[in-house]
């Protein structure tokens, strides 16, 4: 069939017209995109909405109060596929429902996402699934950073991740390879800062949270960092000074962060051999008064709370805060691991042994629903919560015999919990073998842990104890003075 040039030029004027249309649809897109804090574009033409999304990114990196002002960015753009999938994330763990609405928003709009909104959806989505692998989370997470390496609100989700698997090893490489990308930017150094020091990496931890801290000081994540490194090498002085410098700055912090603080600071007084009426006055005048906050969340401050009670408890200090112990039992509720395992302590402690039995029933009923590799992980977690229910209600035989001769708190880090929120329960363990006569056993574990830890006055104490029950006469006074040593060399009262 012949075509008039009458129709050729139609044609043409067609596909002109059509590429018009085109280019103006591509410019529209590009005109109506938003780039978020760390540089990388979001299909919106809200400015309110990629100010929410970045508010929220610091009020996360910051352990700010205000993380539901993520909850404006759908009200200011419905169809941005980052601030619903954000939206979701925040409401995960509190409002099921709400979150799945978001996350469904954000699904419907994925053909029109970025390249970097459809891999945070992919990631974040799968992370808030009901059937959620950790192992693919990560690897999901760790796909999303190799593209994008400066998302460093995908890089708090990864450090939580591998914290609750208790796997610091796991985030570190990938920190440590995305680094290049991030040099001195804000939270970058704190985050990096944490697996360092979990893996035993104390002088690079210290210098990486020293940049942080050099880059923002009001870096919270930063200030805690630090502070570890400090007190695992038992500086507790230079800790609390430090600290103590930095504490104006967490008024605007969450519960979790504020009062996780001044669990350290707390804990490095009670580890330097303050009298027991320091830890007392933060208890009361710093971590309690948390409570007091319109917008506090007291499941973060009741965890920091039992932590610091219960090393009360191993220091035989208990009976001079009884009182608070027995105030805060009746407030508890079944919550997270560590936090479950510590309530089982303080419920039996008080002598509510029926309410501790069944949150230990609770914990054993929630693994048996997990998948055969997550029991076979968790099972630990169930043994260290029934040595601690025995603990609590004085069968320390028992107890003992649960946790076994060869217990190292670290290998039980699958509960969520840091190094030196899980070496309560090492001295939990030290003092069952003084408390069920095997001194011996005490003496070999204890001259080993000082190895490590030579300027803790505690573990000296412990030793000077264990010595004594075996008639050790010179070795007691010579651990009974290292000891008083190191008390009146951290801390001088008046």
């Known amino acids: 069939m012949k075509t008039s040039c009458c129709t050729v030029t139609q044609d043409v004027s067609m596909s002109l017209k059509c590429m018009k249309e085109d280019e103006s649809e591509i410019h529209e897109y590009r005109k109506g995109s938003r780039c978020v804090w760390w540089g990388y574009e979001v299909n919106t033409s809200s400015d309110g909405c990629i100010a929410a999304i970045n508010s929220y990114s610091h009020q996360v990196l910051g352990y700010g109060r205000e993380r539901n002002v993520i909850l404006e960015a759908p009200l200011y753009d419905k169809d941005c596929v980052l601030g619903n999938i954000l939206a979701a994330h925040y409401l995960s763990s509190s409002d099921i429902a709400r979150a799945n609405y978001y996350a469904r928003a954000a699904e ?24 959620m692998d950790e192992d693919v989370a990560l690897e999901l997470h760790s796909k999303l950073l190799t593209k994008f390496p400066k ?167 208990l009976d001079e805060v009884l009182d608070r112990l027995k105030i805060l039992a009746e407030c508890l509720t079944d919550q997270e691991w560590l936090f479950d395992i510590t309530t089982i302590w303080a419920l039996s402690k008080v002598g509510n042994t029926s309410l501790a039995h069944i949150l230990l029933e609770g914990l054993k009923s929630r693994v048996s629903k997990m998948s055969k590799k997550k029991q076979q992980l968790m099972q630990k977690a169930i043994q260290l919560a029934e040595a601690v229910y025995e603990y609590g209600k004085g ?12 217990f190292d708190a670290v290998d039980y880090k699958m509960i969520g919990a840091s190094d030196l929120q899980m070496d309560v329960f090492n001295e939990i363990w030290y003092k069952l073998l003084l408390l069920t006569g095997q001194s011996s056993t005490a003496s070999k574990v204890l001259e080993r842990r000082i190895k490590e830890r030579d300027g803790a006055p505690f573990l000296w104490r412990l030793l000077e104890k264990s010595y004594a029950m075996e008639g050790k006469t010179e070795a007691v006074v010579i651990a009974g003075e290292k000891a008083k040593a190191l008390e009146s060399l951290y801390f001088k009262f008046d």
């Not at 053909?111 to 992919?122: I, Q, S």
């Not at 893996?199 to 000081?217: P, S």
């Open 108 to 131: 419907s709009q994925l053909g029109k996402a970025t390249a970097y909104e459809k891999e945070v959806f992919k990631a974040v989505n799968y992370l808030i699934s009901e059937n």
């Open 151 to 317: 998302d460093l609100l995908s890089w708090k989700r990864v450090e939580i991740l591998c914290f609750y698997m208790g796997r610091p090893d796991l985030s570190l490489p990938l920190f440590e390879k995305i680094l290049p990308e991030n040099r001195e930017l804000d939270y970058v150094y704190g985050m990096l800062a944490f697996p360092l020091l979990e893996l035993g990496h104390l002088a690079e931890a210290e210098k990486a949270a020293r940049k942080g801290y050099e880059i923002n000081k009001n870096d919270s994540w930063a200030h805690h960092c630090l502070c570890h490194v400090l007190q695992t090498e038992c500086r507790f002085k230079e800790a609390v000074e430090f600290m103590e410098e930095c504490s104006a700055s967490w008024d605007s912090c969450s519960s979790l962060r504020y009062s996780h603080n001044w669990w350290h600071v707390a804990v490095c007084y009670l580890e330097g051999g303050s009298p027991i009426s320091k830890v007392q006055e933060i208890y009361d005048h710093q971590m309690c008064k948390e409570l007091e906050k319109d917008d506090a969340v007291p499941r973060d401050v009741y965890l920091d709370a039992l932590g610091l009670l219960l090393r009360l408890d191993t220091r035989d200090n």
């Open 395 to 406: 069968n320390y035989k028992e107890a003992l015999e649960l946790l076994g001769p060869d």
